[in-house]
């Protein structure tokens, strides 16, 4: 299993241009999750998705859309890239939430995205 | 306004010895808490957790200890070695709220041999 994966592993943007990054995992998961991480500022959820076809907003929505057309997929997109957005991006995922003892809820998270905008 | 926050940035312990780490949560209906480890250019690996009906859990060397009333849980590493040496981010949140979680912005954990 390659878990959770994420394309590309390093972008470097103008400010306006737009793009797209990709999260894949192969472990049937049906929650999906976008973060950013800033330094001193730990991890900030993006958006999130419950399942295929739907998405929710997280702390930090603005300037951001995703998609989730197929389960393994999670799909996060900068319309008009802006420097603020320059962060390290990653990708989670995790099974539905089982049980009064609260196991399995843990979230896997992929490699990691680190975008720059000029 | 931070809603999990762990107020120690850096944290230098010799090998062999206790690690400590700590981490505070503002919101007492969160019920679910856990511990992640991350090294450079890497994404965080899930170590332990806990759920508010505990208030231990350990596994192997790792132990994380919840303080409902003072909203506080640590992670102890006993023994610490050089190989634990990483950023370490404590989370919370509601159980059965899609998973989501509230991160605090981490602990570099420096183990010295």
């Known amino acids: 299993n390659a878990g959770v994966t994420q394309t590309p592993k390093f972008r470097v943007l103008k400010t306006g241009q737009s793009m797209t990054l990709l999260c894949a995992q192969d472990?049937?998961?049906?929650?999906m999750y976008w973060y950013r991480q800033d330094p001193g500022m730990g991890l900030r959820l993006i958006h999130y998705?419950?399942?295929?076809?739907?998405?929710a907003k997280g702390e930090v929505p603005d300037g951001y859309n995703v998609s989730r057309l197929k389960k393994q997929n999670f799909l996060l997109g900068l319309e008009s890239a802006a420097p603020s957005q320059t962060s390290v991006y990653f990708c989670?995922?995790?099974?539905?939430?089982?049980?009064?003892?609260?196991?399995?809820?843990?979230?896997?998270f992929g490699p990691g995205t680190r975008l720059t905008v000029l | 306004d931070q809603q999990v926050k762990q107020n120690s940035p850096s944290l230098s312990v010799q090998e062999g010895r206790i690690s400590i780490l700590n981490c505070d949560y503002t919101?007492?209906?969160?019920?679910?808490f856990l511990w992640y480890k991350k090294y450079p250019a890497e994404g965080p690996t899930f170590l332990i957790s806990i759920s508010s009906i505990k208030d231990k859990n350990e596994d192997g060397r790792f132990t994380v200890f919840l303080n409902k009333s003072a909203k506080h849980l640590s992670l102890h590493i006993v023994p610490s070695q050089p190989g634990d040496s990483a950023v370490y981010f404590c989370?919370?949140?509601?159980?059965?709220?899609?998973?989501?979680?509230?991160f605090g912005s981490g602990t570099k954990l420096n183990v010295k041999p």
């Open positions: 989670a995922s995790s099974y539905r939430g089982q049980g009064t003892s609260g196991d399995y809820n843990e979230q896997f």
């Open positions: 989370a919370a949140g509601l159980l059965y709220n899609f998973n989501k979680f509230y």
């Open positions: 919101n007492s209906m969160f019920d679910y």
């Open positions: 998705s419950v399942g295929e076809g739907t998405t």
């Open positions: 472990m049937n998961h049906e929650y």
